[in-house]
């Protein structure tokens, strides 16, 4: 396992790839198997996996559990653990006990702090962004958790890209603690966030964390399995067959080559591994390139207009020589 920094804000290294949780140890019944589940940490972390991934709402709050209790027989420093607060880990929530507000940050990072048993989480996340908390009110409770040493760094995730922006700027404007993560979901199929979100993090230095990494399962699966997207997984499949690698490995290189730290999901130890194998995979710029061509998405207006305006113009050759920032 490699590092990287945690985006250009931070100083903390984490593993390129970051174990989610969401469904570790997940049976077909709908329980968990804590004992598949500590075998999927520890080999992660055996594998030199830092970076774990787990939020108040996955499996009722079990996911934060099963953390926890690795963290209780680990040394706890040694591991950057990112979790969530907005859905609740409770069945049905009262009207005020979820949502982006003060009061539900409040309650819900103490149940988070309890379960992982640790006193400080290290990327606290907004879930799921709930269009009616005002920015100011969320990033100012956020950096109370900061300050009163409770979280560390600040992540949004599922946020529209207006609401984030709105949400780093404030932070500049007043001296919060800034948006250091954000995490969405991204893959082949999943390139929406290249037209706003991308140009962003990188911009303004932010990680960028890519949850559903291989969409669900399609792209490890056979071409035959989804005809919507047979000519796509197709082309994934014959640079898995020249590289002698599985169509997942290649799905997941190609997120590491795009800067990003993929967000495994395993529910198995075995999923687990085939995953961390992504890390042995070499990708070419032409693998890479010819997989965004047989990937392609329209970026609509007002991308297409100015991509075409721009290059008559020729601020693609300025571009290229002066990178703005």
Not at 34 to 59: C, M, R, V, W
Not at 134 to 141: L, T
């Amino acid at each position: 396992m490699k590092y990287r920094l945690l985006g250009r804000n931070t100083g903390v290294a984490v593993s390129q790839l970051a174990l989610g949780t969401a469904r570790m140890g997940r049976l077909e019944n709908g329980k968990s198997d804590p004992a598949e589940s500590q075998k999927i940490l520890h080999h992660f972390a055996h594998a030199g996996g830092n970076f774990i991934d787990t939020s108040s709402a996955y499996q009722g709050g079990f996911s934060e559990q099963m953390v926890g209790d690795f963290l209780n027989a680990s040394s706890r420093d040694d591991f950057v653990i990112a979790s969530k607060y907005c859905r609740t880990p409770l069945k049905q929530p009262g009207a005020a006990t979820h949502g982006n507000h003060r009061k539900a940050m409040m309650a819900e990072v103490e149940g988070s702090l309890k379960r992982l048993k640790t006193d400080y989480i290290d990327v606290y996340f907004v879930h799921f962004d709930d269009s009616i908390t005002p920015i100011a009110e969320m990033m100012r409770g956020l950096d109370d958790l900061v300050r009163a040493g409770k979280v560390l760094y600040i992540g949004l995730s599922n946020m529209p890209m207006w609401r984030l922006a709105s949400a780093n700027m404030l932070a500049q404007w007043r001296g919060l603690s800034p948006v250091s993560v954000m995490q969405i979901q991204y893959n082949l199929l999943e390139r929406a966030i290249e037209r706003e979100y991308m140009p962003f993090a990188e911009a303004t230095g932010m990680a960028v964390m890519a949850w559903s990494p291989l969409f669900g399962g399609v792209l490890a699966k056979k071409d035959t399995e989804h005809p919507e997207h047979a000519a796509s997984l197709q082309a994934l499949g014959h640079i898995a067959d020249q590289l002698q690698k599985s169509p997942a490995e290649i799905a997941l290189a190609w997120l590491l080559a795009k800067n990003t730290f993929p967000v495994l999901g395993p529910r198995t130890l075995d999923q687990l591994s085939s995953g961390i194998k992504a890390l042995d995979v070499v990708l070419s710029a032409a693998d890479i390139a010819a997989l965004d061509q047989a990937f392609a998405f329209a970026t609509g207006y007002p991308y297409d207009l100015l991509s075409a305006t721009q290059t008559k113009a020729g601020y693609d050759v300025l571009r290229s020589d002066y990178p703005v920032l």
